[in-house]
């Protein structure tokens, strides 16, 4: 029985080798190998010299056969030699044409043989073929990858270059904005004051844009983490101060939890601080003046914290959740058609959540708006598989963090060490308009 | 030694815009600075005067920033330094940086920020610790 059987309840699993898969897999090996013979047999005998070698061995290996059966018969006929051995084999052949099939033997030996040194030739000419193949796709391959290499450090230069040559026009923009706003270069008036505060926030806007098309870019091209404990509180303060003229100007509060609770977490405390101010930046898009934003964070599942970043905005369609954070989806919907950006900022969330082994989740909240939350490792927990495989590859050497992970990782300063499991806290309000 | 009361701060950009910016604000925090638009240049004037810190870019034409700083570091000693860049800090980094009293401040920046990063440097260059030959602690803030 070939056929691949299905298995009776209760019956042991067959060997290895010999259930009906690999026997059909045999039979048709066998099939082929016989078919290969047979045009091997078909192949003329000058086909290659080394078959000429299988062809003299089969007739060496066939020649005791017709030797020792006529040699027998003289024997057994004469008794003794006469001397002349090869008269008395003629004569024995003569005598019993019986001998006439032994002494094809030897001819048929060499056939065999012969065919099957033919096979052994072809494939070992097929393989030799194989190499030859296989060498020069990996010289291909070879060139590919030097190419790419090529085109991905040119691609590095360009980013590096671009975001140069885009970011310098604004510092000297930004700089003297921000002088005329303080009133250093002189008193300013309030229609001044309002005109020069529109110059520094769109500034800072295209300043933005450009950090997340190079952000996004840069770690598409090198997801490297450099992955070290550091409390969310920090980094929830800072996304929110950043954002406190934001806010201001939209009057909105931006929520983040009382110092009771660091929630120290595992992860690259800077790539965290951009999906916390990507999201945060979204949610901000949708909430309309006097509403709320939130940062938080709570135990999740094992040793996790779930932080999640919660709004007061619109919501999301459940049509459009799944689609939220495909690259350069920008909402459709005719009300958010002005609320700018270009369909990046979740899909670097969603890629450096990814890099830290983490799904991102979105919710609507019951009492309306929306939660987005992810899990990260506690700081005393078990790295994730992926987070400890980015962390081992060739990353940035530990110096090179910025001074903010260096004060975060540190067991002194600011930071009071691991409190265990971080408890749920109700957010308070910090920053935002008074 | 009275002479010193005002510290003096080089500035080394070579984007004219950003240098002509930098002079403005520090001037209008009342400190002096003396600004140059290349690696070259900034040397020869480290040459003839003394500061109390640096603010450099990083790329630069003739020399950049990294260079720049080990050359300084001869003349000047163990002078703070202030590097101003549009290049990540992980890129500067890769030009092997010793980066023993190097702050990096990215660009575009917080013109409060770099005013607080350069009074705090100034502060502590002032206290003495590093400067072989610097001034009397006291006569600099």
Sequence with gaps: MTGGGARLPGETPAVPGLTGRHASGILAKTVQTGAEFLRSLAVPYTYDPRRNTYVLFGLLWGLPIPVFSIGLDCWLTNGASSGNLLAEGCRAVLDRPLHLFFLAHPFLFATIFGALGTMRHDRDRAIGHLIVELEDRIRELDA???????????????????????????????????????????????????????????????????????????FEAQPRL??????LREVALRTAESFRPLLAEKGVTLGVPPDTCDGRVLGDVERIEQVLSNL?????????????????????????????VWDEGRGVAPEERARLFDRFYTSQSPSSSRMGGIGLGLSIVRDILA?????????????????????????????????ARLRDGPAIPAAAGPAAVAESAGTGGSVPPASGTPKPVRPETAGGRA | MTSRTAPHVLVVEDDPLTRRMLGVLLASAGITSTTAADGLEATSYAA????????????????????LIRTLRHRLGGVPVLMISAYPESEIRKEGLDDAG???????????????????????????????????AGTVR
């Design chain 1, 355 to 387: 890099a830290h082994g983490s799904a991102v989740d979105v919710q609507s909240r019951p009492q309306g708006g929306t939660v987005v939350s992810f899990e990260l490792p506690q700081a005393n927990g078990e790295l994730p598989p992926g987070l």
């Design chain 1, 226 to 231: 450099d992955v070290r404990p550091f409390a």
């Design chain 2, 102 to 136: 190097v702050e990096f401040v990215a660009k575009p920046f917080r013109t409060a920020d770099l005013l607080a990063k350069v009074r705090a440097a100034l502060a502590g260059a002032a206290s003495g610790a590093d400067a072989p030959e610097g001034p009397p």
């Design chain 1, 144 to 218: 590919a990858n030097e190419k790419l290499k090529e085109l991905d450090r040119l691609k590095s230069n360009f980013l590096a270059n671009v975001s140069h040559e885009l970011r310098t026009p604004l510092v000297s923009m930004m700089g003297y904005a921000e002088m005329l706003l303080d009133g250093r270069l002189g008193p300013v008036a309030d229609a001044q004051r309002e005109a020069v505060a529109t110059v520094l926030h769109n500034a800072e806007k295209q300043h933005r844009l450009i950090s997340d098309l190079l952000n996004f870019t840069r």
């Design chain 1, 280 to 308: 945060v930046s979204n949610s901000l898009k949708f909430t309309p003046a006097g509403g709320r934003i939130g940062i938080a964070w709570e135990p999740g599942k094992g040793r996790a914290v779930r932080v999640s």
């Design chain 2, 48 to 67: 003839t005067d003394r500061f109390d810190l640096v603010i450099t870019d990083f790329s630069m034409p003739e020399r950049n920033g990294v260079e």
